[in-house]
């Protein structure tokens, strides 16, 4: 099911620190997290700005998934981060 609260244009928050190895820190709530490969190579491509069918195109070629799989764990992985005020809507 597709939830309509993640944002068609996202970005990662400012001030959210992220190690290569995909160690995440928000430094206004103290919260950290850590993140698989791909949930890394996500948030490096939120960090360059690319958008999301581009983010969907790259984990397809990259991985080889087929495209619902990586529509609907993106879906999923954005909403997670939203909720833990990583990412929000741009504007």
Do not use: W
């Amino acid at each position: 099911m597709i939830h309509n609260k993640t944002p068609k244009a996202m970005k990662l928050n400012k001030n959210i620190a992220v190690s290569d190895t995909g160690y995440i820190f928000n430094p206004t709530n103290g919260d950290s997290f850590s993140c698989n490969p791909v949930g890394s190579d996500i948030i490096s491509l939120l960090k360059d700005g690319v958008d999301k069918a581009g983010i969907i195109s790259y984990i397809i070629e990259k991985y080889d998934v087929n495209q619902r799989t990586v529509e609907r764990d993106l879906e999923d992985f954005l909403i997670q981060m939203q909720d833990s005020y990583l990412i929000g809507h741009e504007q």
